[in-house]
């Protein structure tokens, strides 16, 4: 590399870092994760072989481009890999007979809530709520629009809460 290329580089560098990491830094809230993906980024970006061939005021919107992509990277690779975590580190966690009774009539309680919704209110609540799907996967599985998604999750959970006000002795 030659000596132009070398400060054209770090002109892009100067120019360009802090709005990089404080635009990674927002998505990771993590500032030593934030710093080893910004430089991951320009080490990934300075490498790409048509480097030199992108308009210069399009240089910020390929560093974020290759920063997003190395965050997905990184959090595909931490769910399927899972974390790390010392055994030792995780504290005990004491309940009490009254507390575990307590979740226990909690649940039953929630559990008789649900199945006064009819079928496709307890699924959407079932599908959205518990097991966290999107609106379009949970389009997909019931066969319906992303809309009707929508309008049926939120009827659902009126509903539920119309239940629920109606067995106030449970909180009694």
Not at 9 to 24: D, G, K, V
Not at 49 to 56: G, R, V
């Amino acid at each position: 590399m030659n000596d132009d290329n070398m400060k054209s580089i770090a002109a892009i560098c100067e120019n360009t870092w802090e709005p990089l990491y404080r635009y990674i830094y927002y998505r990771v809230q993590n500032r030593e994760e934030a710093e080893d993906i910004t430089q991951e980024t320009y080490v990934k970006s300075l490498s790409y072989s048509k480097f030199n061939e992108i308009e210069p005021d399009r240089y910020m919107a390929f560093l974020k481009t290759v920063a997003i992509n190395i965050i997905r990277d990184r959090w595909r690779k931490s769910k399927t890999m899972g974390t790390n975590t010392n055994i030792d580190s995780v504290p005990e966690i004491e309940a009490s007979t009254e507390d575990m009774e307590e979740m226990a009539n909690r649940q039953l309680f929630i559990k008789r809530s649900l199945s006064k919704l009819n079928e496709d209110q307890r699924k959407v609540i079932e599908l959205r709520i518990i097991n966290g799907y999107s609106v379009s996967e949970t389009a997909r599985i019931m066969g319906i629009k992303p809309g009707n998604v929508r309008v049926l999750q939120y009827r659902a959970l009126k509903n539920l809460v119309v239940i629920m006000n109606e067995k106030e002795d449970y909180h009694e």
